[in-house]
């Protein structure tokens, strides 16, 4: 009943001038509260989910692009730099819509269920990591006792040519893994891709003899980044610090231009994820997803179909690990466990498989839930703890609730909560992609 | 009693016997006498100089004094593995279905028991308990961690899979990963609101700790001894007496006959008359009942467990399921041991026949790479049978 | 059917946005928090949460100082999950709160890397109980102390305690973490320096199974097995080894430095060559605030501290005396956080309960005073009276 009166609303409001007045009254209250609260998370939502009524609201499409663009392009920057914790988050909201998005081809379009998708990220920070550190000169020493004051191997600048350098390696490493397996049944393949993730993660952590490729568990530190030119501090500063309301550093700046270049990237692979659910390849995807048998009967290419996913997945993967072995000028085997396989996972899970912006919802939902309302519930049941505060019908002191009741503990159960809620009560995920709408429904017609 | 003898089937109880005999002595045979060519052509390269210079002795009398022990090593840890491996493979066969969160069902099985002992300790009994006694505790503890496992396994079922019985083959498995993740962290929350202890320490009782020394070979200037301790030969028999059972259970029981005809094709099955919920139910019971009892076995193998300690034996049982070709019995039965083999024989040579370039850091992945590799050139497995492409 | 799902649904939704509700911060008047990052959730949660643990303590036991000048110190306890995304997003978190004044933590040097480089452009200390990777300080800033010993300065300690008891040869098992590798690496160097043979250099990640890993180890019958990594894994390799016929000593580092090896082992630590461990948390006899502590720590958290917990304690109870110190200079305001770190850096012989420590240039512990213990008995309540069998002072490289 509440849910049709709801729907009814929401049409009503979706037509015509009120769904513009909707999106840019959303983005003013979202830019007035986080201006005006910097520390509040409550509005940090409110500016994000911005977004998401940019996405569900009719609007004229070139409208929606120039909002668009003003929210990422300026109105964000600002917030991030006055806070630089949202913009971590944003940044750290970009690098899993990218993953998981890369996830979304193999598992949402092709059907694959990969549990080690996490290898593939992997190997593009690694590749970055060696070459532009100083690593391939430590190749002779144990991990932790090299000398200081040894030259890199590449100039920061390379940093732009190994983003392609990451593509292509990681789609070869992609094929590699995928040719020997893809033959299997989904099963089957999701416990070997567990394997492979497994393999990976345990070379990045023990590739430190004879040869010192990986610097085993210390990691690789530190790493370079691309140069950044005076002027754009300089000009930054002058056109907006008044706004923001003091000087814009350095690392604020490297912060920001990261964040720049992962949008670049999620544009291209949205458009590219777009153009392929598209397209023959899109289609034969979807073919393969639902029916093998006839999709080898209808003449498709199976094993050439998965292994393109495949290697269009791994990709994605691999640009972002480039991306973020600069960012972060370190790189270390504890960011590329199983736990980031299943977070990765149940991004694409909670959004929707197969739907775009459904993955990137995804990705937003659980990072924002992960670095910010579990952290923030937690904190607040801390101060309850240290202060003299009481629950009040049952006269429940908070400062002898016990210390393991920490919500920030317990991130496993939230992912695990996650998995078993959506599939149950949602299979689709929260934005279903329209053809798995139907596919995913129960089969007794409920 | 007469009739009860006379209806048993006595050539299902021995079969298993027979076929794990069967396995043990076949794979480390094979396993042997590569590992002794290997260790043949590797005396001739750098490798045989580095280890003469480090030990004075030769790879190959390294490699041969050493075996017997890494067998012995090799086989208790592949029946855990095959212990564990029964209880995915049998929820395989009949429901086509990998139940990841039977890695968990493990680890409950292990606390209660844990617990149990822990708790008798503290009670003061297990200190001066004969050794009669001692080991009436240890089965009071498997059976206790039995339970709890089995009847996790039967609740996890009936909330998490079995409303999504209907579904698309990927969303159980996407909730099963869900429910093991859940599980871990519930684990950890109830030991830590009850003990407020993240490890739980097996406490030492009974004869257990003992070696029974076979006896004493020579390498080089040194002796190695070679023995297998009482907690060894514990879990083996156990071990080998849960599969015997179950493989009755399976084989010559009525109950048996209805849970594989359910595993061979379910809507004829209900067609005549098998009430299939009810089978499927049981075959999580039997497989948490099993996955239970190698809990408590680990505990008593390892001493220590932790709310995660079920996440690689499991994965490791599983590839051992899926090597020996996930569905059959048997097959789980051979990949365990074969996967405990391999794992042990990996870890205690590498590092020698790599002359310390690659040690036993590799021997998970290693034992995963044999997996890929018998997945490429079988992909059913190694007892599987070619199951048709499932629409 | 499919409107009940959908209500369920949306009530989860609504339980989404009212815990987002209430994850807003505030800050009052004259309100200090001290925040410490350590992994309280996943596998290393077990050392984590007890240095979080020794930090609430020391607040709970030392912030008497500061109430009195009229502030109100609480604990923020970020949870870093041994990741370094998400310790730097809580490094970021932690920065942009005014009230903060100085962090505690990590527990991996590699999320504590790239954390501090958030901490150090924010100018906000960060003094450290469990980092031993000497990356952490060499990059020199101000902001950044650890009180704990550099893996190239325990590693060389435990190497020459072994040449001291005579050892001729030796295996080195370490567990494959930035922590045991690092010192494990340190020992091998020195041991080679100090004519020690060593058979075998393997890591292993393998918490229960060690029966594959001992199999060379007994081979090559060394005197002494080394293991760099925690008690938790030591005591159940040790234990096993002793099971497997293996008589000669055990060395390890300041992880094994926990009751908890002795409940896991048992006899067969006192048995044989002897379990010996290096530490720079002084035992009771010369310290008797530790005694203190565990007893105290044993009393409110029913548990046994674990390794690192004790530094846990002080590291805080540095950075409060450093605000009590920078708030005193500066008329009893709240300290800027520049304050904070110099007053860190400008602490001379300060008493903590795990040793007496100043800050040189860059933020290692002058002079760390080093024990090697040895395991006497088999009962974990007489772990405090572990004696002690060689101390060493040695400064840390520049």
């Known amino acids: ?46 500016l994000i989910t911005s977004f998401l009524s940019l996405y569900f609201f009719r609007a004229d499409a070139r409208f929606k692009l120039f909002i668009g663009a003003l929210l990422a392009l300026v109105i964000i920057p600002i917030i991030g730099v006055r806070n630089i914790f949202y913009l971590e988050v944003i940044f750290q909201i970009s690098v899993f819509a990218a993953l998981a998005l890369g996830l979304n081809i193999v598992v949402g379009f092709a059907g694959l269920l990969d549990l080690g998708y996490v290898a593939f990220y992997a190997v593009g920070a690694y590749l970055w990591a060696f070459f532009g550190s100083q690593q391939f000169y430590v190749l002779h020493y144990a991990p932790g006792t090299q000398p200081s004051g040894l030259p890199f191997l590449l100039p920061g600048d390379a940093f732009y040519m190994f983003l392609l350098v990451g593509v292509i390696i990681a789609a070869m490493v992609g094929i590699l893994l995928g040719m020997p397996v893809l033959r299997l049944k989904g099963d089957y393949l999701a416990i070997v891709t567990l394997g492979f993730g497994e393999v990976i993660r345990v070379l990045a952590n023990n590739l430190d003899k004879p040869l010192n490729i990986t610097n085993g568990p210390q990691g690789i530190t530190p790493i370079q980044r691309p140069t950044m030119p005076e002027f754009a501090v300089d000009w930054f500063n002058t056109v907006f610090s008044p706004l923001i309301g003091h000087p814009v550093s350095r690392a604020d700046m490297y912060n920001l231009m990261f964040y720049l270049f992962a949008l670049m990237v999620i544009i291209v692979i949205v458009f590219v994820t777009r153009r392929l659910d598209d397209s023959k390849l899109g289609r034969a995807w979807t073919a393969v997803r ?67 912006p459904g993955v990137i919802l995804g990705a ?23 202060s003299d505060a009481v629950i009040p019908v049952i006269n429940f002191a908070w400062k002898n609730l016990s210390t393991q009741l920490d919500p920030a503990k317990y991130q496993k159960l939230l992912f695990g909560l996650i998995l078993i809620l959506m599939m149950i009560f949602r299979p689709g995920g929260l934005i279903p992609a329209k053809r798995r709408k139907r596919e995913v429904a129960p089969e007794d017609g409920k | ?76 840890i592949g029946f855990v593995y095959a212990a564990i491996a029964l209880g995915y493979t049998m929820v395989y066969g009949v429901l086509q279905f990998i139940n990841f969160a039977h890695s968990e069902i493990f680890a409950v099985g292990a606390f209660v ?59 159980p498995l996407i909730s099963a990963i869900g429910v093991s993740f859940l599980l871990q962290d519930v684990i950890r929350l109830v030991e830590g609101l009850t003990t407020g202890q993240f490890n739980r320490i097996m406490p030492t009782f009974g004869n257990f700790d003992e070696r029974v020394i076979f006896g004493k070979l020579s390498m080089g200037a040194s002796k190695l001894v070679l023995g297998i301790s009482i907690k060894s030969i514990v879990v083996i028999v156990v071990a080998v007496l849960m599969l015997v059972c179950l493989n009755y259970l399976v084989n010559a029981t009525r109950v048996g006959k209805a849970i594989r005809a359910v595993a061979q094709d379910m809507p004829t099955a209900s067609l005549m008359g098998i009430n299939v919920n009810r089978i499927i139910s049981l075959t999580f019971l039997v497989g948490g009942l099993l996955g239970g009892a190698a809990g408590v076995l680990y505990a008593l193998k390892f001493t220590r467990i932790d709310p995660f300690v079920g996440f690689f034996p499991g994965l490791k049982a599983f590839t051992a399921a899926v090597l020996g070709g996930i569905g059959n019995m048997t097959g789980a039965l051979l990949g365990g041991i074969i996967l405990g083999m391999l794992e042990t024989f990996a870890g205690s040579y590498m590092g020698i026949f790599t002359a310390g370039a690659a040690g036993s850091e590799y021997k998970d992945i290693f034992a995963f790479s044999i997996l890929i590799l018998v997945l490429i050139f079988r992909p059913q497995g190694l007892m599987g049978k070619n199951v048709g492409q499932k629409a | 059917m499919s409107k009940r799902r959908n209500t369920v649904f949306g009530m989860m939704v609504a339980a989404g946005l009212t815990l987002a509700l209430i994850g807003s911060a505030g800050a009052a008047d004259k309100a200090i928090k001290v925040a410490t990052q350590s992994p309280l959730s996943g596998d290393q949660s077990l050392t984590g949460v007890d240095i979080k643990r020794g930090a609430e303590m020391a607040l709970e036991q030392l912030g008497g100082p500061l109430t009195a000048l ?12 041994a990741n370094p ?23 991996n040097s590699g999320v504590q890397i790239p954390s501090s480089e958030v901490y150090h452009t924010s100018g906000l200390v960060n003094v450290s109980p469990a980092n031993t990777n000497p990356k952490v300080t060499t990059r020199g800033y101000l902001e950044v102390n650890r009180i704990v010993g550099r893996d190239d300065v325990q590693g060389v300690v435990g190497a020459d305690f072994a040449a001291a008891k005579g050892v001729k040869t030796a295996f080195v098992v370490h567990d494959k973490s930035a922590y045991g590798q690092g010192i494990a690496e340190f020992f091998k160097k020195k041991a080679e320096e100090n004519k020690i043979k060593v058979l075998g250099f393997e890591g292993t990640e393998e918490k229960a199974n060690f029966d594959a890993i001992l199999s060379p180890v007994i081979a090559g019958n060394p005197d002494m097995v080394y293991f760099g990594g925690m008690a938790f894994q030591a005591a159940v390799l040790f234990k096993q080894a002793r099971e497997k016929g293996y008589e000669g000593m055990f060395l390890s580092d300041d992880g094994f430095d926990s009751a908890d090896a002795v409940k896991i082992g048992g006899k067969t630590l006192v048995s044989g060559g002897g379990t010996f461990y290096s530490t720079v948390s002084g035992p009771a006899s010369v310290y008797p605030g530790t005694a203190k502590f565990i007893e105290d720590f044993q009393a409110k958290y029913k548990a046994a501290p674990q390794p690192f917990a004790a530094q846990g304690y002080d590291s805080m109870s540095i950075v409060l005396k450093a605000i009590e110190n920078a708030a005193v200079a500066g008329k009893n305001e709240v300290p800027t956080r520049e304050a904070v770190a110099k007053a860190v850096r400008a602490l001379q012989a300060f008493k903590g309960i795990t040793g007496t420590y100043t800050f040189n240039a860059i933020g290692d512990p002058e002079k760390a005073l080093y024990f090697i213990q040895q395991v006497k008995s088999a009962d974990p309540a007489a772990w405090a009276t572990n004696p002690i069998v060689q101390t060493l002072e040695i400064a840390p490289p520049k």
């Not at chain 1, 997945?313 to 960011?335: K, N, Q």
């Not at chain 2, 043990?24 to 060519?37: D, E, K, N, Q, Y």
């Open chain 1, 364 to 386: 937003a939902t659980v990072t924002i839930l992960n670095l910010q309302v579990l952290q923030g519930f937690s904190l607040y049941l801390n101060d309850l703890r240290q």
């Open chain 3, 70 to 81: 009229g502030f109100k110190v609480t604990l923020s306890p970020f949870d870093d999950q």
């Open chain 1, 290 to 356: 639902e029916d093998e048998t006839a999709a080898i009967a209808q003449g498709i290419p199976l094993v050439r179909m998965k292994l393109t996913a495949f290697a269009v997945g791994a990709s994605f993967a691999g640009v972002m690990g480039v991306l973020l072995a600069a960012s972060r000028t370190f790189i270390s085997p504890e960011s590329f466990s199983f736990m980031q396989s299943i977070g990765v996972l149940s991004m694409v899970i909670l959004g929707g498989s197969g739907s775009i």
């Open chain 2, 1 to 76: 009693m007469k009739r009860f003898l006379r209806s048993l089937n006595v050539y299902e109880l021995i079969r298993p016997i027979g076929q794990l005999l069967k396995f043990s002595v076949g794979s480390a045979a094979a396993m042997s006498a590569i590992v002794v060519l290997l260790a043949l052509v590797l005396d001739r390269t750098a490798v045989g100089v580095h280890l003469m210079d480090k030990l004075h002795v030769t790879v190959f009398t390294y490699t041969l004094s050493n075996l017997p022990q890494v067998v012995i090593d090799g086989l208790t």
């Open chain 2, 113 to 171: 028991g844990v617990e149990l002992l822990i708790f008798l300790q503290s009670a003061g009994v297990l200190a001066g308990a004969s050794l009669f006694m001692a080991y009436a505790y240890l089965l009071l503890a498997i059976l206790l961690g039995m339970l709890a496992a089995g009847g996790l396994a039967v609740a996890v079922e009936r909330i998490a899979y079995r409303p999504l019985r209907g579904a698309s083959r990927l969303v």
């Open chain 1, 1 to 46: 009943m509440v849910s049709s009166y709801f729907k009814e609303l929401l049409d009503k409001v979706n037509q015509g001038p009120l769904a513009y007045l909707f999106i840019v009254g959303h983005i003013m209250a979202g830019t007035f509260l986080v201006y005006t609260q910097p520390r509040s998370n409550l509005a940090f939502l409110v």
């Open chain 3, 85 to 107: 995304d998400n310790g730097v997003a809580n490094a970021k978190q932690i920065v942009s709160d005014p009230a903060i004044l100085a962090v505690v933590g990590h527990y």
